[in-house]
T-cell receptor, first 117, second 115 residues
Framework: AQTVTQSQPEMSVQEAETVTLSCTYD???????LFWYKQPPSRQMILVIR??????QNATENRFSVNFQKAAKSFSLKISDSQLGDAAMYFC??????????????FGTGTSLTVIP | NAGVMQNPRHLVRRRGQEARLRCSPM?????VYWYRQLPEEGLKFMVY????????ESGMPKERFSAEFPKEGPSILRIQQVVRGDSAAYFC?????????????FGSGTRLTVV
């Protein structure tokens, strides 16, 4: 079964600085998707960034970028120029490439990010 | 275009009562997924439905839990005879007719508290 591990329960960063959140996963599949979701206190799950495993290029969305190391099964999230609004719980998630049964996401346990003014 | 709507946002039930959680997917989305988030944990898959069909319920507890997504109306997650351990946030997500190669669109969740 696929598992997703986030080894940092809590992280903090100074406003305007850069922080990297770690995520590793375990799978025997070769094609899959990886995601980072943000969950602020409102509880809304917000998609931050997505990566297809078959793409070698790391995904980037404005201040958010990933370091995808397929062989190492690592998928870290880098937040540049951190802002107060980035404070939230961040979840790493894995999804299989296939449809139908197994069409589910596997989430890590989350990293709580604090942004210090 | 309204997002995924879940209600109620908060639900308090006494042990032994029934809880009914509702989810209206985004317009045009016919795939619905339910996830449960226990305190200090990530979201765990429960069930995947399409209109009038349960596609995958491998994450649903075998007893007391059921889900439906009728032809008309919202998807319902029903928990009978609730126990303290059912206290959690329950999230619904939806995706368009194609499989979710992109991230789901999540609702804001229903926080169920069993007292």
């Amino acid at each position: 079964a696929q598992t997703v591990t986030q080894s940092q329960p809590e992280m903090s960063v100074q406003e305007a600085e850069t922080v990297t959140l770690s995520c590793t996963y375990d799978t025997s599949e070769s094609d899959y998707y990886l995601f980072w979701y943000k969950q602020p206190p409102s509880r809304q799950m917000i998609l931050v960034i997505r990566q297809e495993a078959y793409k070698q290029q790391n995904a980037t969305e404005n201040r958010f970028s990933v370091n995808f190391q397929k062989a190492a099964k690592s998928f870290s999230l880098k937040i540049s120029d951190s802002q107060l609004g980035d404070a939230a719980m961040y979840f790493c998630a894995y999804r299989t490439y296939t449809s139908g049964t197994g069409n589910q996401f596997y989430f890590g346990t989350g990293t709580s990010l604090t942004v210090i003014p | 275009n309204a997002g995924v709507m879940q209600n109620p946002r908060h639900l308090v039930r006494r042990r032994g009562q029934e809880a009914r959680l509702r989810c209206s997917p985004m317009k045009g989305h016919s795939h619905v997924y339910w996830y449960r988030q226990l305190p200090e944990e990530g979201l765990k898959f429960m069930v995947y439905l399409q209109k009038e069909n349960i596609i995958d319920e491998s994450g649903m507890p075998k007893e007391r839990f059921s889900a439906e997504f009728p032809k008309e109306g919202p998807s319902i997650l029903r928990i009978q005879q609730v126990v303290r351990g059912d206290s959690a946030a329950y999230f619904c997500a939806s995706s368009p007719t194609a499989p979710a190669h992109y991230g789901y669109t999540f609702g804001s969740g229903t926080r169920l508290t069993v007292v």
